[in-house]
């Protein structure tokens, strides 16, 4: 009851969906079952957790605080959060140096934060205490249930256990087992059994009875809506691909890499298996990667005798490859980055507030250098923004006045999850990932609750080359987890040996 939550200090009113999502919570409780808050990227998971706090200390069920686990992205957030909507909880972040400090004191707050890097640092100090509730957010940060993160959580003890993420399956239902290893051990056998029973005649063999079945079992306890069932009154979004066609020197060099890296990976796969070639076989796809985003990204391929004629005289064509090299690297072909040239101006002229999304950060260093050639304002936010800066400069691209910039250039690591950045109206993804997941994580950032704007979305990619093959395996992945999860009113292998020949193919 809305009413209730404002009497008990919630200062926000929740749409019916989450006072739904707030009663599940308590129903999960009070049957003393375990569960996944899977709601779509940007429907307020976070407002609906508090609101489940703020129940549990009116109730006095906070006898022992609740242990919140996040990404050190989102501490900030977390804390901005609570301070806004729920200023009745006594919150206690562990974090710095000076965290040691405050481990006495934590039975004095209603609810603790720590992240997933310092869990398994302080798990003897965080192990000594009995929880009232562990949550995890972003919960797909443990999927791999051998990490040190994963295995330091199996230590803490609590009496009721939450995890808190958009995308609970992203690349196979190993992770979805990781989830509920944790929450409900046992529930779905352990690892090797449900490989054999589930992971492998779904994923494999293409068992659709089966996975309705694995469905079924599972979704009584994932509680999982979608934007466009609850948040009607979200505006329009709209996705289009780019595509972009290597020429010259550029289109050359993919081919000269893709040929040797098409007799490296053969080699590898004659000496062992396909899971072992893994290392080889991914640096072989990011080399490809790279030189469809900027040639000057690759690194540490020495020219061979199967590079075309007109590259092979004398001439080093890649980064790394001494003075000759670099001439080389600076004058090939960029063709994204002359899209981008093309395409920021004139959404700055016509007023639009841009997100810049890629893998790499190095790419997005050559993006900088092409705005400040353009002489066009823009942030930047990756893994090397110090943590005590990065709310800053989110505040700074939210404010929109005279201090702010309309560009903001993000890393999907540090900027993929956790962000409200509404100010935008258009997002570019420079470059494909694995699982459409990741990208679409990162596209929430602006299409959230509070976007009054329709958003804009364009996805850069080359024709012919590696980068479509991806989207291929993207539209499968997405099939897997919808065929899986449903929806309510990394050290694993991510493609097959088939895909592999396929990402290897010559630009069509």
């Avoid at 990490?147 to 609590?158: I, N, Q």
Wanted: with cysteine; glycine share 6%; hydrophobic share 45%.
């Amino acid at each position: 009851d809305d009413a209730l939550l404002q009497d008990i200090g919630l200062r926000l009113s929740l749409r019916p969906y989450q006072r739904q999502g707030v009663a599940w919570l308590q129903y999960l409780r009070e049957q003393h079952l375990a569960g996944i808050l899977a709601d779509d990227m940007g429907l307020g998971k976070t407002a609906q957790v508090l609101a489940h706090l703020l129940l549990e200390k009116h109730a006095g069920r906070l006898s022992t605080p609740a242990l919140v686990v996040l990404p050190t992205s989102l501490i900030t957030n977390w804390q901005t959060e609570a301070a806004r909507i729920a200023p009745g909880l006594r919150v206690l972040t562990l974090q710095g140096t000076q965290r040691f400090e405050h481990f006495s004191r934590m039975a004095d707050h209603d609810v603790v934060f720590t992240t997933y890097p310092l869990l398994w640092r302080d798990i003897e100090s965080l192990s000594a205490t009995h929880w009232h509730l562990l949550i995890l957010d972003e919960a797909q940060v443990v999927k791999n249930a051998g990490s040190r993160a994963a295995g330091a959580l199996r230590r803490l003890s609590a009496t009721h256990r939450l995890c808190v993420t958009g995308t609970p399956l992203e690349n196979h239902l190993g992770e979805l087992w990781a989830h509920f290893d944790f929450l409900m051990p046992g529930f779905l056998g352990d690892q090797r059994t449900f490989t054999r029973q589930w992971r492998q005649p779904i994923e494999v063999q293409g068992e659709t009875v089966r996975a309705q079945v694995l469905a079924q079992r599972v979704r009584p306890f994932i509680l999982r809506r979608r934007k466009q069932d609850v948040a009607t009154e979200l505006p329009p979004r709209t996705e289009t691909i780019l595509r972009v066609q290597l020429q010259g020197k550029q289109r050359d060099l993919y081919e000269a890499v893709r040929a040797t890296a098409d007799k490296q990976v053969r080699r590898a796969l004659e000496r062992q298996s396909f899971e072992g070639a893994q290392i080889t076989i991914l640096d072989a796809l990011l080399k490809l990667r790279q030189v469809c985003c900027d040639p000057r990204l690759v690194k540490g391929i020495q020219q061979g005798p199967h590079a075309p004629p007109h590259l092979r005289e004398g001439e080093a064509f890649l980064p790394g490859g001494g003075p000759a090299a670099k001439r080389t690297a600076q004058t090939m072909e960029r063709a994204k980055l002359e899209l981008l040239a093309d395409m920021l101006p004139a959404l700055v002229d016509e007023g639009r507030r841009v997100l810049v999304f890629s893998q790499f950060t190095e790419m997005l260093t050559l993006a900088a250098e092409l705005l400040d050639a353009l002489a066009l304002p823009y942030l930047t936010l990756t893994g090397q923004t110090p943590p005590r800066q990065r709310g800053a400069v989110v505040r700074k691209f939210q404010a929109q006045d005279d201090t702010s910039a309309p560009i903001l250039l993000v890393s999907l690591k540090a900027g993929g999850v956790g962000l409200n950045l509404t100010a935008a109206d258009t997002v570019i993804h420079l470059d494909p990932w694995w699982n459409p997941a990741v990208e679409e994580q990162a596209t929430a950032r602006a299409h959230r609750i509070g976007q009054d704007q329709p958003v804009f979305v364009y996805k850069l990619v080359v024709e012919g080359s590696i980068e479509e093959r991806l989207l291929e395996l993207q539209t499968r992945k997405a099939a897997l987890a919808q065929e899986v999860l449903g929806h309510d009113a990394e050290g694993a292998v991510k493609f097959s040996e088939a895909d592999l020949h396929a990402l290897l193919a010559p630009l069509s």
